[in-house]
């Protein structure tokens, strides 16, 4: 039996996530999650399967409380096996974004019908200043909205870095705009974590959850497909990392070996990646 945890939404210091499947007991996975410093409430709803977090976002972070609520929804079932998965931002796409979209349309089809150099060069130069536009212009509205900006700003480093060179910016300017808005058009869920734990018992009778962590990927349109070789892309020239699997080992390297435990019966929670 495979178990889902599914985001909801994610505001600052609050989040909301769905189970799959009604909790044997709220108060026990609550107090379990709880047990970590900078957990201010976890409210669950028994008729729609949700359950909203309040935090403190200072003291811990967003991806140690999923995975903790994973492992103790897993240890009342039985150690299933438990899928963390967050669904794509689909908010609409910018002013700024749609004439971006056309310039760098225009001059796709410029290069091939006009040879011009200079001509060419003017369209660069106009995707480039259209796009980066529109990425500040989403930043601000992700920052009003949210409270925080996406990583997908990242990707002016990686444009800028181009636009320096003065090499042809058509490619990076297409990329950049695809990486912030490709995932507007995406009528699928975003990526995700699948899980899966055991409990491992070592000298001196110590006790720790062990947990082998694989990427898994629900996107399979077209369209997702070149928002994904954006996203890899962009990895390799400006450490682009916006997935809850990166968030995860990312969430490893802050505590070095290990999380803490869930209740005096663990010692800790050791991550492992598959990939």
Request: glycine share 4%.
């Amino acid at each position: 039996m495979e178990l889902s945890i599914h985001v909801l939404h994610n505001l600052p210091a609050r989040f909301r996530i769905r189970f799959s499947r009604p909790l044997v007991s709220p108060e026990k996975l609550r107090e379990h999650v709880m047990e970590h410093e900078g957990i201010e409430s976890m409210n669950y709803s028994p008729v729609t399967l949700t359950m909203l977090v309040k935090y403190d976002n200072q003291t811990v972070d967003l991806q140690e409380i999923l995975i903790r609520a994973a492992v103790a929804f897993s240890i009342e079932n039985k150690m299933a096996s438990v899928k963390l998965t967050q669904k794509a931002d689909r908010n609409f796409i910018t002013f700024k974004g749609i004439v971006s979209g056309l310039v760098i349309i225009s001059s796709a089809l410029a290069k091939l019908i006009i040879s011009s150099a200079r001509s060419g060069k003017i369209m660069d130069w106009l995707s480039v200043i259209t796009t980066s536009a529109a990425v500040f212009e989403h930043a601000g509205y992700d920052y009003r909205k949210k409270g925080s900006v996406d990583p997908e700003v990242l990707s002016l480093v990686f444009l800028a870095h181009w636009a320096i060179s003065g090499r042809n910016m058509l490619l990076p300017s297409a990329l950049t705009w695809l990486t912030t808005f490709g995932r507007h058009f995406s009528p699928q869920e975003g990526e995700g974590i699948l899980l899966e734990i055991s409990k491992t018992k070592q000298e001196e009778n110590q006790a720790y959850y062990e947990i082998n962590v694989a990427k898994i990927d629900t996107k399979d349109s077209y369209m997702n497909v070149l928002n994904i070789f954006a996203e890899k892309f962009l990895s390799s020239e400006t450490g682009f990392d916006n997935t809850i699997f990166e968030q995860s080992k990312n969430l490893l390297k802050k505590h070095h070996k290990s999380l803490e435990g869930i209740s005096e019966k663990a010692d800790g929670i050791v991550l492992n990646f598959n990939q």
